[in-house]
């Protein structure tokens, strides 16, 4: 069964660091993309990092580049987002998801993200 | 970054209505894009990919259209169980981007 558990979220003050884990079971890690995904109390989807199956590609939206790390341990099944100058609107639950593909043609290959964790809820605030 | 723009961001229906919600991109996919169900409190489920493609499992009145820019998910008789959010990412390009939500309540 495929499983993906974040850990490491809580409450952190404005200008503090964090760092995510999510733990991944039952599919074989290292064949798939991973991507952070964020959603702001009330508030809809944001996805925050993307990153390879050997870690050589990362991406992240334009609100966290130079401020959140995405990393991964692939001998661990681990996924990591390291978090750094805290801001109150970075406030969300974080989750981890797999990125699938079911089909390709040609070249282009499609999919979703079909697996997530539960989320871990990051409150930033003095 | 592709922007993803939803509409409507609210929807009352009741059961047994056809529903249909629009996403558009800033620029073109292809078709690229994917569905996403989320109750209160849970993560979101996928639905369709490849824009219209059903993931395995979903109920048959999920469907998918469109290419490019723009694209739809319709339900074609809402259910008790269907009463959501729903909302589009596209995969086209990095960073994967999300729409705003439409969320789908009772009538």
């Known amino acids: 069964e495929v499983q993906l558990v974040e850990s490491g979220g809580g409450l952190v003050q404005p200008g503090g660091s964090l760092r995510l884990s999510c733990a991944a079971s039952?599919?074989?890690?290292?064949?798939?993309?991973m991507s952070w995904v964020r959603q702001a109390p009330g508030k809809g989807l944001e996805g925050v990092a993307n990153?390879?199956?050997?870690?050589?590609?990362?991406y992240y939206v334009g609100s966290v580049k130079g401020r959140f790390i995405i990393s991964r341990d692939n001998a661990k099944n681990s996924l990591y987002l390291q978090m750094n100058s805290l801001r109150a609107e970075d406030t969300a639950v974080y989750y981890c998801?797999?990125?699938?593909?079911?089909?390709?043609?040609?070249?282009?290959?499609?999919?979703?993200?079909?697996?997530w964790g539960q989320g871990t809820l990051v409150p930033v605030s003095s | 970054d592709i922007q993803l723009t939803q509409s409507p961001s609210f929807l009352s229906a009741s059961v047994g209505d056809r529903v249909t919600i629009t996403c558009r991109a800033s620029q073109g996919i292809r078709s690229h894009l994917a569905w996403y169900q989320q109750k209160p409190g849970k993560a979101p489920k996928l639905l369709i990919y490849?824009?219209?493609t059903l993931q395995s499992g979903v109920p048959s009145r999920f469907s998918g259209s469109g290419s490019g820019t723009e694209f739809t998910l319709t339900i074609s008789s809402l259910q008790p169980e269907d009463f959501a959010t729903y909302c589009c990412q596209q995969l086209n390009s990095y960073p994967l981007t999300f729409g705003g939500g439409t969320k789908v309540e009772i009538k």
């Open positions: 990153i390879k199956q050997d870690g050589s590609e990362k």
């Open positions: 490849a824009a219209s």
């Open positions: 998801a797999r990125n699938w593909v079911g089909h390709c043609s040609g070249t282009s290959c499609y999919g979703g993200l079909d697996y």
């Open positions: 039952g599919f074989t890690f290292s064949s798939y993309w």
